[in-house]
């Protein structure tokens, strides 16, 4: 099976409410994860990433949070909009540049 | 250019029938990745090019599957003998060595 999952497939949030999207790796040796966001007809868009050393980082209205102990990876968004419905989709690279994508969560924004 | 492109955005073919779909990387980018995405799913690796190393080949799905790019510049996709089950869109990234992947807007490919 895939080694990158997210545990909901759908996520629907109302506007100005912070959204949590989760996802489970299982490659211990995975040493870099990347949250990418996809809107229909568009290619995957780079919003933030970690890597293995680091459990927090921080970027404009997103947050990753990186748990090594249980394999999980979050996505924190702080006041969603309209703008942030899309599909999202969290990666991990295990080697020197292959990325393992997990099946994506879908986050509706409701007005 | 400011981004990855990807030619055509669209591309409608007989079942039986070869296409070729190609990828332009951002300027400057030395490693080239191409991703299928079917229908509701995540990404799945096809292939990989970094500069003038032998291409990472490993997930391409049959040998009608094959890639090409000369240097660090242009890459074509070509899938012969195309079949329903090719039907996905299929997408192409760029990076700086290992470091981050950038997208392009994908080919969404159907076969009749």
């Known amino acids: 099976g895939e080694s990158v999952g997210l545990h909901l497939p759908t996520l629907s949030v109302q506007e100005g409410d912070n959204s949590i999207i989760n996802c489970a790796y299982s490659?211990?040796?995975?040493?870099?994860f990347i949250w990418y966001k996809q809107e229909s007809g568009k290619g995957p868009q780079f919003i933030i990433d970690i890597r293995s050393n680091m459990d927090k980082r921080q970027g404009q209205r997103v947050t990753v949070l990186l748990n090594k102990t249980v394999k999980h990876l979050s996505l924190q968004i702080a006041a969603t909009q309209p703008g942030d419905s899309a599909v999202y989709f969290c990666a991990e690279r295990s080697n020197d540049y292959k990325l393992s994508f997990g099946a994506g969560t879908t986050v509706t924004v409701r007005a | 250019g400011a981004g990855v492109s990807q030619s055509p955005s669209n591309k409608v073919t007989e079942k039986g029938k070869d296409v070729e779909l190609r990828c332009d990387p951002i300027?400057?980018?030395?490693?080239l990745y191409w991703y299928r995405q079917r229908l509701g799913q995540g990404l799945e690796f096809l292939i990989y090019f970094q500069g003038n190393s032998a291409p990472d080949k490993s997930g391409l799905p049959s040998d009608r599957f094959s890639a090409e790019r000369t240097g660090e510049s242009v890459s074509t996709l070509t899938i012969q003998r195309t079949q329903q089950e090719d039907s996905a869109v299929y997408l192409c990234?760029?990076?700086?060595?290992?470091?981050?992947?950038?997208f392009g807007p994908g080919t969404r490919l159907t076969v009749l």
């Open positions: 300027s400057g980018h030395t490693a």
């Open positions: 990234a760029s990076s700086k060595r290992a470091d981050t992947q950038y």
């Open positions: 490659n211990s040796a995975s040493d870099y």
